[in-house]
Structures are given as C-alpha cells and as structure tokens.
C-alpha cells in the first residue's frame, strides 16, 4: 500500500495512467485490509487493536511520562492511525476516482460523474489533493510512532511489518 501511494503522489498526473492505477491498487489493498481486519490473524483483526477516544489519550499519556504499556499487537494510539490511514488513503483514492470519472469521463465512476457542472471537477481535485496531503502528514505521524515505540520498547516494529513476528514479554 505504501508503494502505491508513494507512486501515485509522486508521479502525481503528470504521468495520469500510472496515478491512477497505482490509486486502483492502493484502493484494492484498502479492501483486503478491512476484510483481513475482520477475519484474518489475532493481532490483525480491528476487535484486537480498535480502541475508544479514552484508551488512546491514556497511551499517549503513559507514553508522554515514559510508562506506555508493550503491546504484543497494535498499541491503541497505532490502532487508531491504522483507522485514520485506512480512512485517509481511502477519501483520497474514491474522491481520485471520482474525479477521474468527471475530467477525464473514465473509470468506474465515469457514468455517474459525467452529468455533474464542470465546477465539481475542481472542487473534487482540490478535495483529493488536500486529502493526499493530510495523508502524508497521517504517514510522517505514522513513521514517527513507529520509532517512538521502536525505541521507547527496544524493539523492531519494522521488521514486525514485515515478518508479522513481535518480541512478546512472557517468558
């Protein structure tokens, strides 16, 4: 996912095929993430690391004084960004879609979007633009967290990206 919005945001439309399917593939990945939030692996289902307001501002404070708790999955404040990155990427690729659709009257949103005033189309580009750069601030948060927690743990959340594998504090 990361790639293909790593590729979307840098070729931007200057190379419009590629933005686009990099936004096809990234939207495709936000569908498999939410159906593996609800049935894949412990650590990877929403029930494991969605928290309520309460939990995350708790974390953060723990996390502020030094004392935030290891989780084995995501910590509450990395399961709200995963919630917030899920949100973001997704507003970003349907309003490039629908956008898509109403300048270009391509894609799967073309025939809805073909009717609409020519005034929608710059309204939903600065939408997608505003949304994709919020969503680049949510990652630069994101790559911060992952460090913070990295560090403050001792521990390589990278590679747990990766391998799926976490140090656990049972013995």
Known sequence: MAVGFATAFIVEDDILDV?????????????????????????????????????????????????????????????AMVVALLV?????????????????????????????????GHWLEEAHEVLANLTLGLIVLHIGGVLFSSLAHRENLVAAMFTGYKRSDKP
């Open 19 to 79: 933005h686009v399917w990099a936004g096809y593939l990234v939207l495709i990945l936000i569908a498999v993430r939410l159906v593996w939030g609800l049935i894949g692996t412990r650590h990877a289902r929403f029930t494991d690391f969605v928290r309520g307001p309460r939990q995350v501002l708790d974390y953060f404070a723990g996390a502020v004084r030094g004392r935030a708790p290891h989780y084995l999955g995501h910590n509450p404040a990395g399961g």
């Open 88 to 120: 973001a990427v997704a507003a970003t690729g349907l309003t490039g879609m629908a956008l898509y659709g109403a300048e270009e009257l391509s894609g799967p949103l073309a025939p809805l979007m073909r009717d609409l005033p020519r005034a929608w």
